[in-house]
């Protein structure tokens, strides 16, 4: 069964970059028919898509982030990894990691990890 | 940028009960739609996509329609464990967005 587990600092300061690194167990992140999404939540609020990448490379993101963040893959590692840059406190979220396949929906989803970011 | 209104944003409801959840698109989406369920402290969890069909394992009281810009999650008779927030989220665009919400609580 597929498993998504993200890591990363759980302190960023501001104007700092947030990186965040999403491992892939169960199954390859090679495979066709998918693509691998970043979703973040600020506490008590609602869900926001950050932007999504393909085994290709091909990358997509939510244009409300300004060129701030660049999404990669590693197929050697079997992950997939996030970098915002110049945060601000309204970055402040938890960050997951899900597998979105073409035609359905996001599932499954990695646990989520808390990022504050904070002097 | 699709944006993604739910209604209502809380729905107070008491076991046995049904529950009719609304998600209303800026533009049609077909039925490039998906709903997920999220309890606290956990990740969402896949419920319906395209709309209309269940997500593996999801059990047969949850049921979605709609079609273009006006869709429904329903929940026929509301169990314990279904006390939690619902987001409908459109994959018609690539840009994906996600509605505000709607919590289902126990009243």
């Known amino acids: 069964q597929l498993q998504l587990q993200e890591s990363g600092s759980g302190l960023v300061k501001p104007s700092q970059t947030l990186s965040l690194t999403c491992a892939v167990s169960g199954g390859s992140i090679s495979s066709g028919g998918y693509s691998w999404s970043w979703i973040r939540q600020p506490p008590g609020k609602g869900l926001e898509w950050i932007g999504n990448?393909?085994?290709?490379?091909?990358?997509f993101y939510n244009p409300s982030l300004k060129g701030r963040v660049t999404i990669s893959v590693d197929g050697s590692q079997n992950q997939f990894s996030l970098k915002v840059t110049s945060v601000t406190a309204a970055d402040t979220a938890v960050y997951y990691c899900?597998?979105?396949?073409?035609?359905?929906?996001?599932?499954?989803w990695g646990q989520g990890t808390l990022v504050t970011v904070s002097s | 940028e699709i944006v993604l209104t739910q209604s209502p944003a809380t729905l107070s409801l008491s076991p046995g009960e049904r529950a009719t959840l609304s998600c209303r698109a800026s533009q049609s989406l077909s039925n490039y739609l998906a709903w997920y369920q999220q309890k606290p402290g956990q990740a969402p969890r896949l419920l319906i996509y395209g709309a209309s069909y269940r997500a593996t394992g999801i059990p047969a009281r949850f049921s979605g329609s709609g079609s273009g810009t006006d869709f429904t999650l329903t929940i026929s008779s509301l169990e314990p464990e279904d006390f939690a927030v619902y987001y409908c989220?459109?994959?018609?665009?690539?840009?994906?967005?996600f509605g505000g919400g709607t919590k289902v609580e126990i009243k």
């Open positions: 989220q459109q994959r018609s665009n690539w840009a994906l967005t």
């Open positions: 899900a597998r979105d396949q073409v035609g359905t929906g996001f599932d499954p």
């Open positions: 990448i393909y085994h290709s490379g091909s990358a």
